[in-house]
């Protein structure tokens, strides 16, 4: 009885839309479970739109949190900055500022190659969507996002724990 006052080409349309929608919905979920098993580097190589091997600056996080992000922001986010040493620079990718970003830790670097261990490597969870937030400034070697106040918490306490060399990926 919802649809009564619509007639029979009204409701045709509906339903097409409708079931479009269905095929975009189950088409996007498949493309972003997919871009979280390829790995980061391989992915930051093929399309440019991720970014592999980054580390935290906790010197800044630490400041910008006992500053609450009151530095200049009215919006009640955090800055976090995020480094890496690479030959490939973060301006030369596919990402800029304004983009959301979604940060997980990367097990795509092995820790391995790096001269630690299997045991090592393997105490380490996968955490995807630890956090996310939107890119604000960008370098060959840094990037900063701004995140909620809950998310660089748990970040930081992430940090100052048994995770506190964890490799991260946007």
């Known amino acids: 009885h919802f649809t009564s006052h619509l ?5 045709s349309y509906f339903n097409d839309w409708e079931r479009m929608i269905d095929l975009e919905a189950d088409a996007t979920k498949q493309n972003i479970v997919k871009s979280w098993l390829v790995p980061s580097l391989e992915r930051e190589k093929r399309t440019g739109k991720c970014i592999s091997s980054l580390t935290v600056n906790h010197e800044i996080l630490s400041c910008n949190l006992a500053q609450n992000g009151t530095n200049g922001n009215s919006d009640g986010k955090i800055p976090v900055q995020f480094e890496r040493d690479s030959a490939t620079a973060i301006t030369n990718l596919k ?6 970003a979604m940060i997980s830790t990367d097990h795509s670097i092995s820790d391995v190659e790096a001269g630690g261990t299997m045991k090592q490597m393997k105490r380490f969870r996968k955490r995807m969507h630890l956090m996310r937030g939107n890119i604000r400034n960008m370098s060959d070697n840094s990037i ?6 809950g998310d ?3 970040l930081n306490k992430m940090i100052v724990s048994k995770y506190h060399d ?3 990926r946007f």
Not at 7 to 11: K, Q, T
């Open 95 to 100: 990402i800029e500022p304004g983009n959301c």
């Open 166 to 168: 964890q490799i991260l």
């Open 7 to 11: 007639n029979d080409v009204e409701i």
């Open 144 to 149: 900063t996002i701004f995140v909620s106040k």
């Open 152 to 154: 660089a918490d748990q």
